[in-house]
């Protein structure tokens, strides 16, 4: 059985740090590009920055040198480290894993992060 849970969203004030966590299970992590992506209130989903199955990084500009995407093979966890944290960084963010060939989707249940004075 396929699971994606994430964890470590929360609250936090501007300029504040979060780490999310995605535990992965139920199919072979080192076969998977990973993402985390964001969906804000009356918004569509969004890719923040995925990692692939090599390590390499890309994120989206409105994000760059604030968040890093990271990943643990054997622990099959992939974590973003959010950092300098903006009111328009609250969104539920979401895990996905997409295998690195067939571009099978696997999504995690959402875990919510809000940044507020």
């Known amino acids: 059985q396929v699971q994606l849970v994430e964890s470590g969203g929360g609250l936090v004030q501007p300029g504040g740090s979060l780490r999310l966590s995605c535990a992965a299970s139920?199919?072979?992590?080192?076969?998977?590009?990973m993402s985390w992506h964001r969906q804000a209130p009356g918004e569509g989903r969004e890719l923040v920055a995925t990692?692939?199955?090599?390590?390499?990084?890309i994120y989206v500009d409105s994000v760059k040198g604030r968040f890093t995407i990271s990943r643990d093979s054997a622990k099959s966890m992939v974590y973003l480290q959010m950092n300098s944290l903006k009111l328009d960084d609250t969104a539920v963010y979401y895990c996905?894993?997409?295998?690195?060939?067939?571009?099978?989707?696997?999504w995690g249940q959402g875990t919510q992060v809000t940044v507020s004075s």
């Open positions: 990692i692939s199955v090599s390590g390499g990084a």
């Open positions: 996905k894993a997409r295998h690195h060939y067939y571009s099978t989707d696997y």
């Open positions: 139920g199919f072979t992590f080192s076969d998977y590009h």
